[in-house]
């Protein structure tokens, strides 16, 4: 492959495309054919010279847990045989590629797998991280070690595709053909030396508009077993706060919650508003129509305090947090605006 400097204007117009066509396989939630799932799994094993293994099909990726489990009860950092077929089937496959394509392959990259959702741990570790530890009985281990993510393999694809079919880089056929049917008909793959689990897709998978798993009052990825992950704007969640939509979260949740991080999605989700009505907060001062409040329950890992406007005209009550060193509601105004003064504002709006 010769240096490229920089694309052409053609090849920049089709990043696009590769980054849809590879976000739609990404984002699949179609059944595995198992038949032909089987198949990719052989060649792969085939391909980076490993034995055929045992091959295992699951209805999501909490049940193919279970099954490794049952099979290595004593499994441990200590004693995985975890074979990354992503990195043995990446390794290879070009052949012309050298350090003086970088620079261009970093900026392509990025490029190419803009917003290409990877999942992150959190949707591995779900249940360990939050109500079954004791169940599965895992000790001493990442699990995001045990799984070659479906994700992962298509963002990988993703630029190797544009490289082969646009570029023209030299490759190696049969490395790359196994990778892209591993994404295109494979769901998460946990590959051991002797057995190869892989589960199905799940039947629901929902975003928000950045691309963060996020669903409210229902599971962000649901599978076909029932197994279920809440999530709100990327942030895992508990059964018993993802199951409810965020207008019906009541802010005294927030004086039990030891999680500071659930905490903050609480608060964003219930919103200060409400926190100022059900959790009772104490009026400091006020000005016009500002009035400056005080949550002293220990909801955040310091007092809240808030500037709750109420609009003249609709009575409409609206809350904004303010840093907890200011001592007056004028303050609290010239600081949401930025350092106008309350009577300037005014005249302004």
């Known amino acids: 492959m010769s240096l490229i400097e920089k694309l052409t204007p053609e090849q920049e117009a089709l990043i696009p495309v590769y980054w849809k066509k590879w976000r739609a396989i990404a984002l699949s939630t179609e059944r595995i054919d198992r038949e032909k799932a089987a198949e990719v799994v052989k060649a792969a094993y085939t391909a980076i010279g ?28 200590n004693n995985i045989n975890f074979i990354n077929l992503n990195n043995n089937l990446m390794n290879y496959i070009f052949t012309d590629l050298t350090n003086k ?14 917003d290409l959702p990877i999942f992150n741990r959190d949707f591995v570790i779900l249940e360990y991280v939050l109500e079954k530890k004791s169940k599965l009985k895992i000790k001493k281990i990442n699990l995001d070690r045990l799984w070659l993510k ?21 490759y190696s056929k049969m490395r790359w053909k196994t990778l892209q049917s591993l994404s295109r008909f494979c769901g998460w793959i946990s590959p051991f030396e002797k ?5 199905d897709r799940p039947l629901h998978l929902r975003f928000d508009n950045q691309n963060r798993l996020h669903a409210e009052g229902e599971p962000a990825i649901e599978f076909i077993d029932g197994y279920s992950l809440y999530s709100y704007h990327g942030v895992t969640l508990p059964e018993k ?14 004086l039990t919650e030891e999680n500071a991080e659930l905490r903050r999605v609480l608060i964003q989700g ?26 002293d329950a220990d909801v955040d890992e310091e007092s809240i305090y808030l500037l709750k406007m109420t609009c003249p005209s609709t009575s409409f009550i609206h809350a904004l947090r303010v840093p907890p060193n200011i001592n007056s509601a004028r303050e609290a105004i010239r600081w949401v605006n930025w350092g106008i003064e309350p009577e300037e504002f005014a005249v302004q709006t």
């Open 241 to 254: 706060y993802g199951k409810i939509h965020p207008q019906q979260w009541q802010a005294s949740w927030l």
């Open 101 to 114: 394509n970088l620079e261009l392959s970093y900026q392509l990259n990025t490029q190419l797998l803009r």
């Open 195 to 199: 057995i190869c689990i892989v589960c």
């Open 150 to 170: 479906s994700q992962h393999l298509a963002s990988h694809c993703c630029w190797v595709d544009f490289y082969v079919s646009v570029l023209n880089c030299s």
């Open 50 to 77: 490993k034995q055929q293994p045992e091959i295992i099909f699951c209805d999501s990726f909490y049940a193919g847990l279970t099954m490794l489990l049952k099979k290595h009860p004593k499994l441990n950092s």
């Open 270 to 295: 219930i919103g200060y508003t409400r926190i100022c009505e059900e959790l009772q907060a104490i009026e400091l001062d006020t000005w016009a129509e500002y009035t400056l409040l005080k949550i």
